[in-house]
């Protein structure tokens, strides 16, 4: 049961141009939504979250907007650069509880921004 | 140390062997994750630690993983008479409480079953 979904497995923009990376969980109970962004060999480090009552939260040149109703966030890169390029994870939680806590990731997005 | 610590950083073993994965957490974080990425996947949750809660093993693949956590500092990720589809990079991550939301990762271990 895969209650995090990434289905877009590949994106590639031109340097500069907007990158939107989509994201849709199915469990209602989440309540907190994270971005990683990984690098080849590298571990995952966390880029920008937003918590369910908030729709939107910005952070630089990114942004990540939450539409509970349809179960759906997503994360804008703007203006996009070569150094963006990066596997981009979302992740969701229910934050406070022993036992659902954990984090649930997606499938991941690779995004590749061209010079 | 600064960041999440795993070790080792590459393993290669023979079909059949155990092997054991090591995690020294952020200090204070009582929030501790183990999860799997294989070649082309995503992160796939194995287990999870949380202060003196039972752990959360529900994402473990079989009975041949298990995993151990020490109070809130060093765990250890073992996998017993490994297989070829065990190959992967084992990646740990902690988070700090209250909230447990921002997990840090580690490197990660990549394990190759030969």
């Known amino acids: 049961d895969q209650q995090v979904k990434q289905n877009s497995p590949s994106l590639s923009v031109q340097e500069g141009r907007i990158s939107i990376l989509n994201c849709d969980y199915t469990?209602?109970?989440?309540?907190?939504f994270l971005w990683y962004k990984k690098y080849p060999a590298e571990g995952p480090t966390f880029l920008i979250s937003?918590?369910?009552?908030?729709d939107k939260n910005e952070d630089g040149r990114f942004t990540v907007f939450l539409n509970k109703s349809a179960k759906h966030l997503s994360l804008h890169i703007v203006p996009s650069q070569p150094g963006d390029s990066a596997v981009y994870f979302c992740?969701?939680?229910?934050?406070?509880?022993?036992?659902?806590?954990?984090?649930?990731f997606g499938q991941g997005t690779t995004l590749q921004v061209k010079p | 140390g600064a960041g999440v610590s795993q070790s080792p950083s590459n393993k290669v073993t023979e079909k059949g062997k155990d092997v054991e994965l090591r995690c020294d957490p952020i200090?204070?974080?009582?929030?501790l994750y183990w999860y799997r990425q294989r070649l082309g996947q995503g992160l796939e949750f194995l287990i999870y630690?949380?202060?003196?809660?039972?752990?959360?093993k529900s994402g473990l693949p079989s009975d041949r993983f298990s995993a151990e956590r020490t109070g809130e500092s060093v765990s250890t990720l073992t996998i017993q008479r490994t297989q070829q589809e065990d190959s992967a990079v084992y990646l740990c991550?902690?988070?700090?409480?209250?909230?447990?939301?921002?997990?840090?990762f580690g490197q990660g271990t990549r394990l190759t079953v030969v």
């Open positions: 469990n209602s109970m989440f309540d907190y």
């Open positions: 991550a902690s988070s700090t409480p209250p909230m447990n939301t921002e997990a840090f």
């Open positions: 200090s204070g974080h009582t929030a």
């Open positions: 937003i918590s369910s009552i908030k």
């Open positions: 630690f949380q202060g003196n809660s039972a752990p959360d």
């Open positions: 992740a969701a939680t229910r934050p406070g509880s022993s036992n659902t806590g954990k984090l649930i």
